[in-house]
């Protein structure tokens, strides 16, 4: 679970956004102003960032503050699991990312698959759809939403691509340093159980 500290301060810079898209009168966007400033001065406070990085990532968002979709595809091969090493970070991960606007997260999933690891797949199957802020994971400034979703391959090779530089399987057993921020060891471990138990049914929190 994420600190306290975060999850408040998360929730005020919702709030404050939420209210400076909705209200017209200009005291209240005054007063959802200083909440998100006060937001921000929290992140970074405890988050040891600095408070302009964190309003210039604010200052993006607008509307109605819902949470982010992440995609990640499960491809199994031989009781073994695909995952790709993040370039940035030279960390391992299931191959995936942000949704797209205007694709579906099947469409999503194949595509970064094709991108970061080659291969043309085709989603088949919902495993997993995991609340970020109860895994584990580092602190993150917004709310996300993973969505783990079986993959077959249909054709391809595996070949790196611009934010990936290796792309392997591993066996359970072999688990190599992984990117916590975009899945957990705990994560990992479950898709296996997936994989020896067909019907099991998905994951959600």
């Known amino acids: 679970m994420e600190p306290k500290w975060l999850l408040w301060a998360k929730q005020i810079q919702g709030i404050a956004q939420s209210g400076r898209a909705f209200s017209k ?6 007063r959802y102003n200083e909440l998100l400033d ?4 929290i992140l970074a406070t405890y988050g040891d960032v600095d408070t ?3 309003k210039a990532l604010f200052a993006k968002e607008s509307g109605y503050q819902t949470p982010k979709v992440d995609v990640r595809g499960v491809i199994f091969q031989h009781g073994k699991i695909l995952l790709v090493r993040e370039k940035a ?6 191959p995936g990312g942000f949704c797209d606007v205007g694709l579906s997260a099947k469409e999503n999933v194949e595509k970064e698959i094709f991108e970061e690891a080659g291969f043309r797949t085709k989603a088949s199957k919902l495993l997993a759809l995991y609340d970020m802020q109860k895994h584990g994971h580092p602190p993150q400034p917004f709310h996300y939403y993973k969505v783990f979703l079986q993959c077959d391959i249909m054709n391809g090779t595996a070949s790196r691509g611009l934010e990936t530089d290796q792309v392997m399987f591993f066996s359970k057993s072999e688990l190599p340093e992984l990117s916590t921020s975009r899945n957990t060891e705990e994560q990992i471990l479950s898709m ?6 067909p019907n099991r049914l998905p994951y959600f929190d």
Do not use: G, R
């Open 38 to 41: 006060l937001s921000a001065d």
């Open 25 to 30: 009168d200009p005291f209240d966007q005054e």
């Open 89 to 94: 970070e030279q960390k391992w991960s299931l």
């Open 52 to 54: 302009e990085v964190v």
């Open 192 to 197: 296996f159980a997936f994989m020896s138990e």
